[in-house]
């Protein structure tokens, strides 16, 4: 790589880091914890992309003086080029510039299978308090916080009550009236991320593209404690809705 | 007249050598522009999938790196050497734990550690303390113990088996070496060409370098991982994980085919959520010890003889270490 190319790639990394830091791209890929870093490292990197420009700039001035006189700072301030290997760096740039991956997805929900949810370990009661209902009378919560009641919790408090929910859809292989109602959770960033589902049992499953953001209302149907299906919800209204700005979400802690 | 000549076939070099860095920037524009139209060749779900975990550990690592660079190429410019060897105890035994605790305190990315234990060599520090310097160094300074904490969130007992473990394994290492160990395989240790300039300047080109490298390598360990998560089938990824030994052994050697730099070999593993921890915690304390990019630059050090008995005496100590405090601790 040359010294020119050294340049190029810190200003590359620091557009990619500036748009990371400054929208909400990085939401597909890292925490929201993360944006004050990636802000921090553009900085730096675009400290380092300046000295190098400005090097740069004196060899090029250089280069027009016919090298013949050269000024003793242009010596001294010699830079190397870089290995040809740090090319690789550009990957990740093109890829974000070009073709804009997507959040996680079915797919990569089906691959993976569901995330199965390990018994409370904290004694006592790990959901304490009653639910707390919305204005209109329904309870909203997490997909995780759902698979865990259902499992775990003794006091069976999803009873009887009319649940809201939100995912995006998830094809449930070998039913035709049932799909999986998913969101992905990361423990550190999408690589590791695994899928909570609820299964929503619905007539039509027809109308309903895999990867669609949905809310779905309906009714918990209870199953066993323990049991570790995913759980399942029985419809009463499906609306599709607009895909958050923050697809993931981080575990649950219980 | 041979002085011009030669400055302008210098010159032509030069511009010659500038022709990738216009090829990439035109390469960018041209895919930016028909993004449109290169979109539905990337369509694919599983290529798809590929992508966003290899753009995302690129990003979470990136500015553990960057940090990390920053750290080590302050230190290289900015403390010297015999600082480090007037604070070794004069006992060669005892200068071995206290080379290793001394790892604390100098992030060192893996590039730079060796050139440093040479230069430590070359002032008389003990050969056996600065090899364990060397292997302590890159794998629980502050940037990487803070890195494994944040890859494992909820989980500090990692981050915790990491620091012992690879402490453990520099020293044991250390001492195994002033057993079996020979002075004269050591004695090749050169200088590292140091950068003209002041010290700042030093810092800036050290950093810059060092980032460089281990940018490469990092994203061909997003690239791997990506490719372990999309296009393995299931079924190996899981009969590899799922038997104890298989899993310990992959993940060796693994780390060792893939030089990842030690800020950011936390968040591959994070990813590579279907192996035990053991297993995953063998993956990053030999990482930073023995890998293909270590290997040569131990050999282009120290020379090939030590590396050739260096690098498997460390593999296996690192593997066997580890393995044990995993179980213990994990």
């Avoid at chain 1, 799909?179 to 959770?185: G, S, Y």
């Avoid at chain 1, 299964?199 to 809310?215: E, F, Y």
């Avoid at chain 2, 390469?27 to 590929?50: E, K, N, S």
């Avoid at chain 2, 060409?193 to 360990?221: E, P």
Wanted: glycine residues 8%; contains cysteine; charged residues 15%.
């Amino acid at each position: 790589m040359s010294r020119f190319g050294v340049t190029v790639t810190l200003l590359l990394l620091s557009a990619f880091l500036f748009r990371l830091g400054f929208t909400d791209d990085m939401l597909t890929y890292v925490k929201p914890t993360m944006r004050p870093w990636l802000i921090a490292s553009c900085v730096v990197l675009t400290g380092l992309m300046l000295r190098r420009a400005d090097a740069d700039i004196d060899e090029w001035m250089d280069r027009r003086t016919d090298g013949g006189n050269r000024p003793a700072s242009a010596e001294v301030r010699r830079e190397h080029g870089g290995p040809r290997l740090a090319w690789l760096l550009v990957l990740p740039i093109a890829v974000i510039f070009i073709v804009s991956p997507q959040p996680l997805n079915s797919y990569a929900a089906a691959r993976q299978g569901s995330r199965s949810l390990a018994p409370p370990t904290a004694s006592g009661d790990p959901f304490p308090g009653t639910m707390i209902p919305e204005a209109d009378g329904s309870y909203r919560m997490s997909l995780q916080e759902f698979g865990l009641r259902s499992a775990y919790d003794e006091d069976r408090e999803l009873r009887d009550k009319r649940m809201h929910l939100i995912g995006f859809v998830a094809p449930a292989p070998g039913s035709d009236n049932s799909f999986f109602l998913t969101r992905f959770v990361i423990q550190c960033c999408a690589a590791d991320g695994a899928p909570a589902q609820v299964r929503v049992v619905t007539g039509d499953t027809g109308n309903l593209a895999p990867d669609s953001w949905v809310t779905v209302e309906g009714q918990w149907q209870e199953a066993p404690l323990g049991t570790t299906e995913p759980p399942v919800v029985v419809a009463d209204s499906i609306r599709p809705v607009l895909a958050p700005s923050e697809p993931y979400e981080s575990p649950e802690q219980y | 007249m041979e002085a011009e000549t030669k400055d302008r076939s210098e010159v032509e070099t030069a511009r010659r050598r500038d022709i990738p860095a216009l090829a990439v920037v035109a390469a960018l524009i041209a895919g930016f522009t028909f993004r449109t139209q290169l979109i539905p060749v990337f369509d694919g779900p599983a290529i798809q999938t590929w992508f966003t975990i290899f753009v995302s550990i690129s990003v979470q690592a990136m500015p553990f790196l960057v940090f990390g660079v920053v750290i080590s190429g302050a230190i290289a410019a900015f403390v010297a050497p015999s600082a480090i060897a007037r604070v070794l105890p004069r006992n060669r035994f005892l200068a071995v734990p206290a080379a290793g605790l001394a790892g604390v305190a100098l992030p060192g990315c893996e590039c730079g550690s060796v050139p440093i234990a040479g230069r430590l060599v070359a002032r008389g520090v003990p050969p056996a303390a600065a090899l364990t310097f060397l292997l302590a160094a890159p794998a629980i300074n502050p940037v990487v113990l803070v890195a494994t904490v944040v890859a494992f969130p909820g989980q500090p007992e990692v981050a915790l088996a990491r620091f012992l473990a690879s402490l453990a394994t520099s020293i044991v290492v250390g001492l195994l070496w002033i057993r079996l160990g020979r002075d004269e395989w050591v004695d090749r240790a050169r200088r590292r060409a140091s950068h003209g300039g002041t010290k700042w300047d030093t810092f800036m080109a050290t950093a810059t370098h060092d980032f460089l490298h281990a940018g490469a390598y990092l994203v061909v360990g997003a690239m791997t991982a990506a490719t372990l998560q999309t296009v393995i089938p299931r079924s190996i990824m899981s009969s590899l994980a799922g038997n104890g030994v298989t899993a310990v052994a992959t993940m060796a050697i693994l780390a060792v085919v893939l030089a990842i730099c030690s800020e950011a070999d936390a968040f591959v593993a994070a990813g590579l959520s279907e192996f035990s921890l053991t297993s995953r915690l063998v993956f990053l304390v030999v990482g930073p010890m023995v890998d293909v990019k270590l290997i040569a630059l131990q050999s282009g050090v120290f020379g090939r003889t030590f590396a050739s008995r260096f690098a498997p005496l460390t593999f296996v100590t690192a593997v066997v270490v580890a393995s044990i405090t995993g179980w213990w601790l994990l």
